[in-house]
């Protein structure tokens, strides 16, 4: 009787005594595993607030386009996008932006279209496999000033210039 409940695992069924051991081996790695997430649960936690007092956060400033009815500054996002053909689109991109999204924000869709058809895009093959190109169309993304991130890092010194099209997202509070 004795004998027979003391083979007898916590699941009910025979156990011997290297079965015992991984149980036990089991239970340890759990507390071990348990304490360990806690602690980094813990040491995140210590380390996000003492990352949000590392740095100044911007000032507030009551813009004009806070409000329900508000907008942008039509003619200051045009300015924008226009310092960036100018300065910024010689080392970086903006390729997660279709021309699309420029009509009706800063352009009327003749100049987004325009804009977009003075670019060359690799079309559709041909009968024979050749790609051809295409001017470009609303829908396509901007493209990138380099052709890879290889040929990006070797103009720029080893560096990779930042794609500004998630730039906001990637700020403090953005």
């Known amino acids: 009787g004795q004998e027979a ?3 007898l695992g916590s699941r009910g069924v025979a156990t011997t005594a290297s079965s015992r051991h991984h149980e036990q081996a089991e239970s340890e790695f759990a507390r071990n595993a348990f304490a360990l997430g806690a602690g980094a649960v813990g040491l995140a936690l210590l380390s996000s607030e003492s990352r949000a007092e590392d740095h100044i956060h911007p000032a507030h400033y ?3 386009h806070h409000g329900f009815f508000s ?4 003619s200051s996002i045009r300015r924008g996008h226009q310092v960036y053909q100018q300065v910024c ?3 970086h991109g903006l390729s997660k932006i279709a021309y699309r999204n420029l009509v009706g924000v800063c352009y009327t869709e003749a100049e987004a279209k325009e804009m977009a058809s003075e670019i060359d895009y690799d079309d559709e093959p041909d009968d024979t ?3 051809g190109t295409r001017p470009g169309k609303l829908s396509d993304y901007m493209k990138s000033p ?3 991130e290889q040929q990006a890092r070797y103009a720029n010194a080893g560096a990779l210039p930042p ?3 998630l730039m906001v997202k990637a700020r403090h509070g953005g």
Do not use: V
């Open 146 to 148: 380099y052709a890879n």
């Open 163 to 165: 794609d500004l099209s």
């Open 71 to 74: 907008s942008f500054d039509a």
């Open 62 to 64: 009551p813009w004009g």
């Open 89 to 91: 689109a010689t080392c």
């Open 5 to 7: 409940s003391a083979l």
């Open 129 to 131: 496999g050749e790609i």
